[in-house]
């Protein structure tokens, strides 16, 4: 997410760079440029509007640093107004020891209640605290079940209109009510409604909304809303405030393609912020949303403190410390690479995991599009083609007959073992520098890294001479096309050669 909004909002900004200061002449040229990224990746146009006219009363006529230029404060300006658009969050649930808090979810159908319901649930279980579930969604008959499948992984109860007598068992006020008196009963410390929702906004849902909130009176109520249907979240949003008084937003599927708009409408159209943020599919993937670390991202500064935090989450941390202590050793191979690969996909897609790294958000372009996932999957096929010892010492023991092996055993290029080959001593070592650092500086130390290499597959750059000019992303597709077309005509002829 937020890729294309990140690469023009890069290309927009750039365009200052080298002026001497910010006037109201270049500000024009350049915010113009800005306005189109936002309407690009729909952003409501009137927020966009008044973000801009912000960011120009706070820009022009302000002195640029000595250190920086135009750009760079212009960056800085660029950032606070971000962080104000969608910010400031207060991510407590507000849950009050010795009494039951309810906790309240809506939404449109296919937004991701359900889901987000067990995955609040689990957020809440890690502090400690009970938490029950119940299925008030009357209107999607799989949602009852789907809930109880949830509560069951969970291991938390979940009260279902199955528990009801008679017609109240149809009656989803008469759910809630019941199913928050069980919960009080039981001293659980959370309770969590899962209301119906429609493939609309009707007067129907707002009115039965609206009386679960009359009679039960819960503490907080979230609205959840789907990030790829960009202005109808928002528009949602907007609707379901002026009904139920919201509390904040639970934004879903932003691992998805969504340009960006509705992250950062939301909170100037409905008036709330987004609270908790979907990342995937498991039901552990609900975060913490934090407007500075977003506006990090989206401007191509990175976010190493989510990327720390979320490693020290899903890195298995006996095999780091076993890692740790081979890297204090002097000891560092192919073996080892993979598994350091492995925990990083952990965190994600290579492509999130990429961007949440200064300096390497914009690498899958430079990369021309790149299928990162498949790069380093050929990477783990070379490495298991190899024998033990040619894992441990690559340089030593493959040579130019072991590459042709390893290559056809692993469905690859000779080249691509001997580009491996050829440099792994380089990041062996700089790897064992890595030995005694934290999880901080060791992401800091992945960009030296990115320096040397072409891919994150582990293909080390060779030098390049001066070409004169930059390839754009499409000129550089074409040109492998080529070569590879090359390629296949010489070996067709047999005039192909092998690459050391």
Do not use: W
Request: charged residues 30%; neutral net charge.
């Amino acid at each position: 997410m937020f890729e294309s909004l990140t690469a023009s909002l890069s290309t927009a900004l750039t365009s200052l760079r080298g002026r001497g200061k910010l006037t109201a002449a270049n500000m024009r040229e350049g915010l113009a440029d800005v306005r189109t990224a936002l309407l690009e990746a729909d952003v409501a146009y009137d927020v966009a509007d008044q973000f801009l006219e912000r960011v120009s009363e706070d820009a022009v006529g302000e002195k640029v640093l000595e250190s920086l230029d135009p750009a760079q404060q212009l960056v800085g300006i660029v950032h606070r107004e971000l962080v104000n658009l969608m910010g400031p969050v207060d991510h407590s649930l507000h849950l009050e020891a010795g009494r039951t808090t309810v906790l309240m979810l809506c939404g449109l159908q296919g937004s991701g209640k359900t889901t987000s319901s067990a995955k609040l649930a689990k957020k809440i279980l890690s502090t400690g605290r009970g938490v029950m579930l119940v299925a008030a969604d009357l209107q999607r008959p799989a949602a009852i079940e789907q809930l109880a499948v949830l509560g069951r992984q969970l291991g938390v109860p979940v009260h279902t209109p199955a528990d009801m007598p008679g017609d109240a068992a149809t009656d989803p006020v008469a759910v809630c009510n019941a199913g928050v008196a069980r919960a009080r009963k039981e001293n659980v410390s959370a309770v969590i409604l899962d209301t119906a929702g429609r493939l609309a906004i009707d007067a129907e849902l707002m009115q039965e909304l609206a009386k679960i909130d009359r009679t039960v009176g819960p503490d907080q109520v979230y609205l959840v809303v789907d990030a790829m249907t960009g202005q109808d979240a928002v528009a949602s949003a907007k609707a379901f405030n002026e009904a139920l008084e919201l509390d904040g937003v639970i934004m879903t599927k932003l691992d998805g393609d969504a340009r960006g708009g509705a992250a950062l409408s939301v909170k100037s159209v409905a008036g709330v912020p987004i609270k908790f943020i979907g990342t995937g599919e498991q039901i552990e993937a609900l975060e913490d949303f934090h407007p500075e670390r977003m506006a990090g991202r989206i401007l191509g500064m990175g976010d190493v403190v989510s990327l720390v935090e979320e490693a020290q989450r899903k890195f298995d941390q006996d095999e780091m410390r076993r890692q740790e202590e081979r890297l204090k050793a002097g000891e560092f191979t192919l073996d080892d690479f993979k598994k350091m690969l492995s925990q990083t996909r952990r965190l994600g897609p290579l492509g999130k995991v990429l961007g949440m790294i200064p300096g390497m958000g914009g690498m899958q372009e430079m990369l021309g599009g790149a299928d990162l996932e498949k790069d380093m999957n050929r990477l783990f096929g070379i490495i298991d083609s190899m024998t033990p010892d040619e894992r441990r010492n690559p340089g030593r023991f493959v040579d130019q007959s072991r590459r042709r092996r390893i290559a056809a055993g692993a469905g690859v290029e000779p080249h691509e073992v001997g580009d491996l080959v050829k440099q792994f001593d380089g990041m062996a070592a700089m790897m064992k520098g890595m030995a005694g650092l934290g999880m901080r500086e060791r992401m800091q130390q992945v960009q030296r890294l990115q320096a040397q290499m072409t891919n994150p597959s582990a293909r080390l750059a060779k030098p390049k001479g001066d070409t004169g000019k930059r390839l754009t992303a499409d000129e550089r597709r074409k040109l492998k096309k080529q070569r590879e077309k090359d390629a296949r005509r010489k070996k067709r002829s047999g005039g192909g050669h092998e690459a050391d």
